[in-house]
Each structure stands twice: as C-alpha cells, then as structure tokens.
C-alpha cells in the first residue's frame, strides 16, 4: 500500500493537522519534547498544520510560568506552531481552561441525545457491586444507572443527589489500526461506561481531549504508549460527537510512540536525573542536537546514520519506521550526539552560541566588548573538537578573558617546586622570540625545554601550561599562548614561579 493511503487515508497531505497538547505543570519532560518532535516533523513532511494547545484545566497545578515554559521551549527547540498561544487561529482558543463554555455545551447535546448520562452512584456503592461480581469478571463501571427513567433522574436532582456524567459505551468490540502498532483491539467488556464530568462540573481529560481534536479537525494523533489504554474510550467519544454534528464528524488516524525509558528498564519519570528539557538547556546542548537524539527513540533515518539534521528527518519521516518497542534514554549517547553537532557548527556560529554561556560565568560581560568578541572568535575553533557541550566554554577558554592576577593554580594541577627551572627556561623562551605566533612559540619552546633542559615534551609543557591557564587540561598550548599575548603570559610564568618559591 502506498504511503499516502496507508498513513493518511483520504487526508490530502496538505490537510493533515496534527496537535501537541502539553500540561503546562513545570519543566517539560524529554519524553514530551519526543512527542512534539514526531508530530511536528509529521505534519512537515506532509506540509500539513502543527497545533499546540495548553491542557491546563488542572488548575492546582497550572502556573503562569509554565505555561511561559512550554512556549519558550519550544521555541528554543525551533519547534515552531502554526496554530496555538501567540499565534492564534481558526479554532481557538487553544488554552483549555478557556473553552468551558463549549464543554458545557457539548454535554448537553450528549445527554439530549442520550449518548452520555447521569450517574448518582456513590464511590462506596461501586465499590460494593464490584466486590460482588463473581470472580473473573470484568472490573469497572456496571452501568447502574444508564437505564434510569426520566422520573427517576429527575427525583434524584430534585432531592440535590450528586451526580458525574458518563459516556455510553455501545456494547461491541472497540479496533483501530495504529501506525506504529498495526491493529489494536480492545474487547467491550474491557471498556466500561467511563465518566467525563466529575460531580463538581469540572470536565475530564476523556471528555475534553476528543472534543478539542474534533473541533480543531486534528487528523492524527500521535502520542506515547502510555496514553493507549485511554484510547478506545476517546473513539466512543469520536463517534457520539460525529452523531451530535459536533466537530470534523472523523476518528483521527493513531500512533503511539514507544515508551523512554530511563535507568534499570524502568519508564523515564519526570523527576528522573536527565528526563527534563531544563537541564540539556542549562548544560549547554544544542536544540538541534536534543532534537537528534530523541528523533533516534524509536526511528532511525534511511542509511541509519545517527547524526542528521532536522530537515533531514523531515525529508526521511515515516511513521511506519517507528519502533513499537520500549527505547531506553541514554545521557552519553545523547551527549555524543551534541559533541557531533558542536562540531558541525561554522565556528562563527559556535562563538555566538558559546556567548551566553561565559555571560552566565561572568566570564564576560553583557553586552561583550568587541576585543571579548574578536578574541573569542580566534579562540573558539581551538575547542571545537573538544567540548561535549557549551557550559564547558568557561573552563577552557576562561582564562583568556581573566586579568592576570585572577588566575588561580587548580591544587590539582601538580605544580611542584622542580618546575621552576622549566619555568624560568620557558620565560625566557617567551621573551625572546622574535615573532609571537604559535609556530614561533612552540619552536622556541621546544628548543628551550626539549632541546636546552632535555626533558620529554609532557614534563616540559605541562607547567607552562598551567602557568597560564591555571589547569592541567586546556586548549593547544602554543595556540593559547599566542591568544594571550607575550606580556600576559610572562607575567604569569611569573607568577607561577614566585608562588613556587612561597
């Protein structure tokens, strides 16, 4: 079967609208952002629309700074909505607490057309005829009060009975063929009559997400694995709202996503070490790396190469690659991916991006001075090939930025008092070389350490390295010191060799 009638149906491409409905209940989980991805490069691949929308009707937990988390996010992802918060639409609005009105008024029409009803039985009453039921039978609802004559609705109301409202589930086996999982099949008995309005009038997940994919035409949805045993109810629902006139009057196509795992084959946990997007932030990985590595949970691209870019999964997406298996989150592989990206950066571009960074370390200043900058430009492609992530910039390059007196020798470093003579030679060396190019400085250098003292090039570097860095690891040695400048770098011989003698 072709592509298109396989995936889409009778969808033209340019009419699949795919969502990404976040809480908005803190810092976005990794797993989450996998959601976001598949369903925004799905919807351009097929050149179709991308939907955010804010689930936010838990309003315990909903704060305005998540909601602010979510959209900045996903911005700096490149994760760009068409529709949703900020950007408007034709369905809107695209926050759920705002849609109360249209809830309500989709409940009426259920129950007018008694495809959902009023239930009066209290949790202690359920609780009672499950325990009951012979032994085997399903667990859930038994449908008490689906027959309940008007008489008796009406004099349980009267007499102010608390009631939830449930959806009517016909009595037939509910199949659905998913992208990822091919057909799926859950019996009737499994699927009891389930509650969409809570007492208090609130409305729940099972009632408000089918309702906004309904009004908002979503054609697919795709999401993870954990979200499947809530799927046949929201078919139900599909269909009672198709038979009301409500919405697109269609079933979206599925796909569940494999579940992250995390640590010991468990499921990715939200306060799990590494499961928040927050964190790749803060350390200094690259959006398009990120973006790489989750891609890589569960689908691979053409010529299973590991590292692509966005536009190449966009180009290469099918969702019947997927992998319906578990996908275990790897922190190094996921590091390994960002260290592949650093290095495909022009260098320009990484010392723009590395900016941020020695601003946070208070490395530089905001904005930088144009000597900060020139000198981080000739700095940068020295550790290109040497960091695994952007917040390790400071480390490695801090000490070009440093006045002299502020650089500090790391105990660490293994300074010891027999390095004064290499010092004193390297002093030397440096104050005589004619041109202070690192061609020049490693010339004479090595004709001073190597050749003059006659030690091995580890012993001979090592304390003029950490002379001027402070560290035992830095960028190439003759390269920094040509950064730096000759009178920076005697000064700090200088000191280095005087901290000896203290």
Not at 373 to 387: D, F, M, S, Y
Request: aromatic residues 6%.
């Amino acid at each position: 079967m072709s592509e298109l009638a396989d995936v889409l149906g009778d969808i033209a491409p340019q009419d699949v609208r795919v969502r990404f409905p976040p809480s908005p209940t803190g810092n976005l989980h990794v797993g989450n952002v996998r959601s976001a991805l598949f369903n925004w490069v799905f919807a351009r691949h097929f050149g179709g629309t991308f939907v955010l929308r804010l689930e936010d009707t838990d309003a315990a937990r909903n704060t305005e700074e998540s909601v602010r988390n979510v959209l900045d996010s996903l911005t700096w992802l490149g994760l760009d909505w068409d529709e949703g918060p900020e950007k408007g639409g034709d369905y809107g609005p695209y926050v759920q607490s705002e849609r109360g009105a249209i809830y309500r008024d989709v409940v009426a029409r259920l129950l007018a057309a008694k495809l959902a009803y009023r239930c009066f039985c209290t949790r202690e009453e359920q609780e009672e005829r499950e325990a009951a039921k012979p032994k085997g039978s399903p667990s859930g609802y038994d449908g008490f009060c689906r027959d309940l004559t008007a008489a008796e609705i009406a004099e349980k109301e009267a007499q102010a009975v608390p009631s939830v409202v449930r959806v009517r589930v016909p009595d037939a086996d509910i199949a659905f063929n998913d992208l990822v999982r091919g057909e799926v099949r859950f019996a009737a008995e499994h699927v009891p009559d389930y509650v969409i309005v809570r007492a208090n009038g609130e409305p729940l997940y099972t009632l408000v997400n089918p309702v906004d994919d309904s009004l908002m035409r979503i054609t697919h949805v795709l999401r993870g694995e954990d979200l499947l045993p809530s799927t046949p109810r929201q078919i139900v629902l599909y269909h009672a709202l198709a038979e009301i006139g409500v919405g697109s009057g269609r079933t979206p196509i599925f796909g569940h996503l494999p579940i992250v795992m995390g640590e010991g084959n468990k499921r990715l946990r939200k306060r799990d070490p590494g499961a928040g997007l927050a964190e790749y932030q803060e350390r200094g990985f690259l959006p398009e790396a990120v973006l790489n590595y989750l891609a890589l949970l569960g689908w691979a691209i053409a010529d299973d190469r590991d590292v692509f870019r966005l536009s190449e999964m966009v180009d290469a997406f099918d969702i019947r690659r997927v992998n319906a298996n578990p996908a275990r989150f790897d922190p190094k592989k996921c590091e390994a991916i960002n260290a592949s990206h650093i290095r495909l950066l022009e260098p320009a571009e990484l010392a723009d991006r590395l900016v941020p960074f020695l601003v946070r370390d208070e490395v530089l200043s905001e904005p930088p001075s144009a000597e900060d900058r020139e000198l981080l430009a000739r700095a940068t492609p020295l550790i290109q090939e040497r960091i695994n992530t952007l917040s390790e910039v400071t480390p490695m390059l801090g000490f070009l930025f440093l006045p002299d007196d502020q650089i500090e020798i790391d105990p660490a470093a293994g300074l010891k008092p027999d390095a004064g003579p290499v010092l004193a030679a390297a002093a030397e060396a440096l104050r005589t070389v004619e041109s202070f190019d690192h061609a020049s400085i490693e010339a004479a250098l090595r004709a001073a350490l190597i050749e003059g003292l006659g030690l091995k090039p580890k012993v001979a570097f090592g304390p003029v390295r950490v002379a001027i860095t402070g560290r035992k690891i830095s960028p190439p040695l003759f390269e920094s010191l040509e950064l730096l400048g000759r009178e920076s770098a005697l000064t700090r011989v200088a000191a280095a060799r005087a901290s000896l003698d203290g």
